[in-house]
């Protein structure tokens, strides 16, 4: 009895640690995770794919028919887990490093990661999950990523906006 329960206790364990592994060929972002959870929900990640070609290999079974270049970035509720693609996991941790990034690609990045982070509180609705992600963009940027040249901002938020008629445009839905 005593080994059986000890059995049980290490599978469950393993699962724990396992469903908390980032999936092949991905990683954890360690600068991502904690705004993605500040965002969302207790407990949640941020993995990013570490090559396009790891991209392509997880969307295109997850999303036939979709153009896998298109999807910035993808949550699972369940998980809960954002994955990001490397060209939005990339311009947000340089960033976050103090590098020089292009300012319109923060822009179109931390709405995807907002978007994302969106979902994870449970909204399912994508018109409503980018409305609110769009909302919520400027204080994201501010309190996250230290963004607060009016300047600076105006440039991540031209990049934003136009992430975001693409996205209406993509998924056919009316603008915010």
Not at 48 to 62: F, G, H, I, K
Not at 80 to 104: D, F, H, I
Request: a positive charge.
């Amino acid at each position: 009895m005593k080994v059986l329960l000890v059995a049980v206790l290490l599978a469950v364990s393993l699962d724990a640690a396992a469903a908390s592994m980032p999936p092949p060929n991905f990683r954890e972002s360690v600068r991502l995770t904690p705004i993605a959870e500040a965002l969302s929900v207790p407990g949640a990640k941020v993995y990013c794919a570490l090559t396009p070609a790891s991209w392509r290999d997880t969307v295109e079974p997850l999303y036939p028919g979709l153009r896998w270049a298109t999807l910035n970035g993808y949550a699972m509720v369940n998980e809960p887990a954002v994955y990001l693609s490397p060209w939005t996991c990339q311009p947000l941790e340089r960033w976050k490093r103090g590098k020089t990034v292009p300012l319109a690609d923060v822009g179109r990045a931390l709405l995807t990661l907002g978007h994302e982070s969106v979902h994870l509180r449970g909204v399912l609705d994508e018109r409503t999950t980018e409305c609110t992600a769009l909302k919520e963009l400027r204080s994201v940027a501010r309190t996250h990523f230290g963004i607060k040249s009016a300047k600076v901002w105006r440039q991540v938020r031209d990049g934003a906006l136009d992430s975001h008629v693409l996205v209406l445009d993509a998924l056919a839905i009316p603008p915010c």
